[in-house]
């Protein structure tokens, strides 16, 4: 049996998306997308393909641009902060890691307010920012989806102050107007193919003006807009893989089926941990991630035996982050019903297993 990938990142990818990467790549009458260069009409076209479906996907404004950078979603903490315009301050809902990241780097070239957190119950709910005046930052970021806690926005801020949304862990997991927000970044390895990439989509409006001399031209994202993605060589391979991705999505009926399924899923999983007598969730029930689902037991021998008896079940990477221990299934896109289906089996084993050997 396949193992079954629960880890945070890079996710599994669809059979079907690996085998077309293989056929393309492994026709050696021709030369491949990755022998040639990347001024050709068939990079160009893959990548206009790529981006037609980004717009496509999310319903995109025509104003909005969408660029596939290098870096990672990690880039972007250090872009965005040097090149969104005004002199107030970046505000940050802080929900965990992600968020400090973003943060430490914001500090670096800005002043910064801490709009709201949760760290002050390890980060399992999502905080209210009602109160807030938000009219005076440049702009606000947050992290849709807490890829280590588990938590999730299903609400956002209704604001005039430009909203700069982290989706790496669930771009393109559910219905949501991307038009509301003014710049969204993902890395490409969760829920867009592989690693080496990230997807920026942003409108222009919210940038510095005038200072293409001031920002280094690789952190510069008018750059990047006007070379079209390629002011140096771009990684072609990590754009074959998410063009594959999207239309894998597109294959399956778009978002909404997508999102369906997610939920599906996500709901499976959190019944299975409400009624299994050995786990429980931590997380605020109305904020649950349905990509990230963090749970817990309150004895440490039973979450040893349970890592022990996953890794012989062929479940991989159902530990919680080291920060916060437990366990933790990411469920993204591409995570079958079927391995969610296997893991609650393999609880209600483990449980039944349990009540007869005792602790
Ligand atoms: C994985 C992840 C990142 C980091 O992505 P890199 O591509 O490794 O830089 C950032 N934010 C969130 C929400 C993530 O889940």
């Avoid at 315009?85 to 914001?106: C, P």
């Avoid at 905080?127 to 807490?146: F, G, M, V």
């Amino acid at each position: 049996m396949k193992e079954c990938n629960f880890y945070a990142g890079p996710s599994i990818l669809d059979n079907g998306i690996v085998s077309k990467a293989i056929k393309q790549i492994s026709n050696r009458e021709n030369l491949s997308v990755l022998e040639i260069s990347h001024r050709s009409d068939k990079i160009v076209s893959l990548f206009e393909d790529t981006k037609s479906m980004v717009r496509d996907l999310m319903n995109l404004d025509k104003t909005k641009e969408v660029l596939f950078l290098h870096g990672g979603a990690s880039l972007q903490f250090a872009m965005i902060p040097l090149n969104i315009k005004g002199n107030g301050d970046a505000g940050f809902i802080d929900t965990g890691i992600w968020s400090k990241k973003a943060i430490i780097e914001a500090k670096k070239v800005r002043n910064v307010s801490i709009v709201g957190s949760s760290r002050d119950d390890l980060y399992n709910y999502i905080p209210k920012i009602e109160d807030y005046d938000l009219s005076a930052l440049d702009y606000l970021h947050l992290t849709s989806n807490n890829t280590i806690y588990g938590t999730q926005f299903f609400e956002f801020p209704k604001c005039e102050t430009p909203l700069v949304v982290d989706m790496s862990s669930d771009v393109l997991s559910r219905k949501l107007n991307f038009n509301d927000f003014d710049l969204i970044f993902a890395g490409f390895q969760k829920n867009l193919g592989t690693t080496g990439g990230s997807l920026v989509v942003l409108d222009k409006s919210i940038l510095k003006e005038g200072n293409e001399d001031e920002l280094l031209s690789m952190l510069d994202y008018k750059v990047h807009i006007k070379a079209k993605s390629m002011f140096n060589t771009p990684s072609v391979f990590s754009v074959l893989m998410c063009n594959l991705t999207l239309k894998w999505i597109m294959e399956q009926g778009g978002i909404d089926v997508i999102e369906e399924r997610n939920q599906v899923k996500a709901e499976m999983l959190y019944n299975e941990i409400e009624r299994n007598g050995l786990f429980y969730s931590y997380v605020n029930k109305r904020d649950r991630s349905l990509m990230n689902v963090c749970f817990d037991t309150d004895n440490e021998k039973i979450e040893a035996d349970f890592l022990a008896f996953c890794n012989e079940q062929n479940i991989i990477g159902i530990k919680g982050h080291r920060s916060r221990g437990g366990f933790r299934a990411s469920l993204y896109n591409s995570m079958p019903l079927e391995s969610v289906e296997y893991l609650i089996d393999r609880m209600k084993l483990f449980e039944k297993r349990y009540a007869r050997k005792g602790i």
